[in-house]
């Protein structure tokens, strides 16, 4: 059965002329209830007490929000919903996911997880694949491992080593307490970057710095800082069996 929203182009009375028509609904015991045309849709308009809501299947079955309806959702019942969907036309209702949301390998948990089905690598990429940065408060981890190998660097030349274990001697040191930190937290320790006095009151050379995309001071770069110590640490190093070595050749001379 055939129901056509049409016209002929004249008067038919053998009912045997070309109907001009917009659309049509089809309803088959084969093919199911089938909609064709530019005007064709599906239409909730809501409860009776209810004023401009509901939703409508538009031609090609997606779904829009009438007037003010905010949200439409799939589950159950309202109390229990599997996803709900913001289809205000101002876009400020969220899209929400009440269970575990899978997209093939990677899952967002309700127990505040990430997880990776086969076990792999989690990256932050942009369009390109190219690794952006990530920001925290406090991150805890069991290791941790760096973009290390040549084939992902150019530029590479040796490093001065004199410099960077002076740039990190240079480092003011101070212990503090974040403004948000109640009498529970401890007691921190770290260099700061001195972003309120004119005359700056703690030292913190600007190669330690990390900026965001914009070029915004964000924090200390504690990557460039853990090398510069250990620039540090092979200054001293190298410095000590200098010594040694004259300590050994002076003990020589005085034993003859």
Do not use: C
């Not at 409508?56 to 159950?76: E, H, L, M």
């Not at 009440?98 to 390998?105: E, H, K, Q």
């Not at 690794?131 to 490093?159: D, M, Q």
């Amino acid at each position: 059965m055939t129901l056509t929203d049409g016209y002929t182009a004249a008067s038919d009375n053998t009912f045997s002329s070309g109907v001009t028509a917009t659309g049509s609904v089809s309803l088959s015991s084969v093919y199911g209830i089938n909609l064709y045309g530019n005007t064709q849709t599906i239409t909730f308009n809501g409860r009776i007490t209810d004023t401009n809501k509901g939703i409508t299947f538009t031609t090609y079955g997606n779904i829009k929000s009438n007037g003010n309806q905010g949200t439409w959702y799939v589950g159950y019942s309202n109390d229990s919903q599997t996803a709900n969907f913001g289809i205000d036309s101002a876009g400020s209702n969220p899209i929400k996911f009440n269970r575990d949301l899978w997209v093939r390998n990677m899952g967002l948990s309700r127990a505040h997880q990430v997880r990776s089905k086969d076990g792999g690598g989690i990256y932050f990429t942009d369009d390109d694949s190219n690794r952006v940065n990530t920001y925290h408060k406090n991150i805890y981890y069991s290791g941790s491992s760096s973009k290390s190998l040549l084939s992902e660097k150019t530029n590479v030349e040796a490093a001065d080593i004199n410099y960077w274990s002076s740039l990190a001697m240079s480092i003011d040191l101070a212990t503090y307490n974040y403004d948000t930190d109640d009498y529970t937290d401890p007691l921190r320790l770290s260099g700061i970057i001195d972003d309120v006095n004119a005359t700056k009151e703690w030292a913190l050379p600007e190669a330690f710095y990390a900026r965001d995309e914009d070029g915004n001071i964000v924090g200390i770069d504690n990557g460039v800082l853990l090398n510069a110590v250990l620039a540090l640490s092979q200054e001293q190093a190298k410095q000590i069996d200098e010594l040694n070595t004259n300590v050994l050749a002076m003990e020589a001379k005085i034993n003859g």
